[in-house]
């Protein structure tokens, strides 16, 4: 399986941008769908977007205005760029890895990145 290692957490006022990465330790080419989930305190683990090999892009309903997710397979990395952050974005941030296009979570997790929104 591929590692993956998030970075780009941090503290951020409201209204201020963030842009998380996320790096799979070999290729992520053959990693057929690549996303991002978070989890709030008291709160279960909520799929914000992902991306597949052949570029089908899904965003959750409530996640599309403001997060874009990207994906570069020859950098082995994939991005969220998060704008107009509220505080109930707080949250750990994860990237997940799998290889069925089924709407369900992969196998491979990153350990996860903190992003905290100041009011």
């Known amino acids: 399986q591929v590692q993956l290692v998030e970075s780009g957490g941090g503290l951020v006022q409201a209204g201020g941008s963030l842009r998380l990465s996320c790096v799979g330790s070999?290729?992520?080419?053959?990693?057929?769908?690549m996303g991002w989930y978070r989890q709030a305190p008291g709160k279960q683990r909520e799929l914000i977007a992902d991306?597949?090999?052949?570029?089908?892009?899904y965003y959750a309903p409530s996640m599309k205005d403001r997060f874009t997710i990207s994906r570069d397979n020859a950098e082995n990395t994939i991005y969220l760029q998060m704008n107009d952050l509220k505080p109930e974005d707080t949250a750990v941030y994860y990237c997940?890895?799998?290889?069925?296009?089924?709407?369900?979570?992969?196998?491979?997790w990153g350990q996860g990145t903190q992003v905290t929104v100041s009011s």
């Open positions: 070999r290729s992520i080419h053959n990693v057929n769908v």
């Open positions: 997940n890895g799998g290889f069925g296009d089924n709407g369900q979570a992969g196998p491979m």
């Open positions: 991306a597949t090999t052949a570029g089908r892009v």
